[in-house]
Structures are given as C-alpha cells and as structure tokens.
Nanobody, 120 residues
Framework: VQLQASGGGLVQAGGSLRLSCTAS????????MGWFRQAPGKEPEFVGA????????YYADSVQGRVTISRVADTNTAYLQMNSLKPEDTAVYYC??????????????WGQGTQVTVSS
C-alpha cells in the first residue's frame, strides 16, 4: 500500500494542524493506520493509531487529549488532528499502515513524512 501524507507546516504554540494520509494500491479497510514522528537526532516515536474498522484508537501519553486520529473509508484517508501544539511536537510526521495495530515501529508500510514545526 502506498501512503501519501500531507498537511504539515509551521504553526505557533497552542495552534492546531490536521495531517492527512491518503492510501492507495490496496483495500484501505484491510489496514490499520497509524502515525509516528521523528525529531532530529531521535528515534521514531509512536503518536497514535486507529484500527481497520475505525472503532478503536490508541494514543501515546505525550499526545493523549491533544490529538485525534480518524479515518474515512470513502476517500481512503486517515487524519491526525493535533490541537494545543507545543514546540516539542516539532518533528517529521509519518503515516503508517499494517494489517493490525503494531507496537513499536514495526509497521510494514510507511509514507514519506510531512514536517511539523511549532514555534514558541
């Protein structure tokens, strides 16, 4: 499955961004979707994920309460809505997919990443 992430940009602390991830090449509903982020010099960090049905979501403690992951089957798109952004949220954000939600960075499919920069 091919993943195309978009929606990153520069935002002030306290602001919001919505990232999009459009999937192609395989049946969208067969895949759980997730988001990782990677700050310079750091390992990829799990942000959150949504199951294939969209019925369950999982979030990292660092973003819990500030982000929402959703998916729309008709457009093969997953979203990461981020609110109350902090400078420490600055990173390249990657969309990921796999047949099940995975723990750690072992997801099979990764998109190209979109930069999010939060200014203080």
């Amino acid at each position: 499955v091919q993943l195309q992430a978009s929606g990153g940009g520069l935002v002030q602390a306290g602001g919001s961004l919505r990232l999009s991830c459009t999937a192609s090449g395989r049946t969208f509903s067969n895949y759980a979707m997730g988001w990782f982020r990677q700050a310079p010099g750091k390992e990829p960090e799990f942000v959150g994920a949504v199951t294939r049905s969209g019925g369950n979501t999982y979030y990292a403690d660092s973003v819990q309460g500030r982000v929402t992951i959703s998916r729309v089957a008709d457009t093969n798109t997953a979203y990461l809505q981020m609110n109350s952004l902090k400078p420490e949220d600055t990173a390249v954000y990657y969309c990921v997919a796999d047949v099940h939600v995975r723990y750690g960075s072992t997801w099979t499919y990764w998109g190209q990443g979109t930069q999010v920069t939060v200014s203080s």
